[in-house]
């Protein structure tokens, strides 16, 4: 019984223990603080609201509008490591397929190149030497056959 009793109190005072760390561990504060450390600032800008309203005059509506400028803080969160290290990723890549893509064109344009500056094969040459020789090998031929006669 006694063992029971000693439990429970253990179980309550780890769980007050808990409970009261937990509702004075972090204050608003402290996360301001936190924030400010890692380098977030607050910007007011000033914004130019129009407020309307309806008042009855005598039994007729009247619409009265009002501008009022108000200062509006507006929050700058600082990236976060995997933010910065997702953007220097993606800045990578691209100049990586950039690369790529000018190497792939530079090719390309250096295989045209090269197509465009060779010569065709002159065909005119050869079809003259071939009318100019044939004549004479037959004649040759000619001469061969008839001396064996």
Known sequence: MKTKLII????FTLI????????????????????LKKGGTIDTTERIISVEKVIKV??????ITVLMPLNC???QIPLTRQEIRYKYRI???????IRYVT????????KLAKVQ???????FWIGLAIGILT??????????ILKKL
């Open 8 to 11: 429970a109190l253990i179980w």
């Open 58 to 63: 005598n039994g007729k509506d009247s619409i």
């Open 103 to 110: 190497k792939w064109k530079t090719k390309e344009v250096v």
């Open 73 to 75: 803080p507006e929050v």
């Open 135 to 144: 004549p004479i090998l037959i004649r040759q031929l000619w001469i061969l």
């Open 16 to 35: 007050g223990l808990i409970v009261i760390i937990g509702l004075n561990s972090c204050s608003a504060s402290y996360h301001f603080g936190k924030f």
């Open 117 to 123: 500056k060779r010569k065709p094969f002159n065909w």
């Open 91 to 97: 800045q990578r890549d691209s100049i990586e397929t």
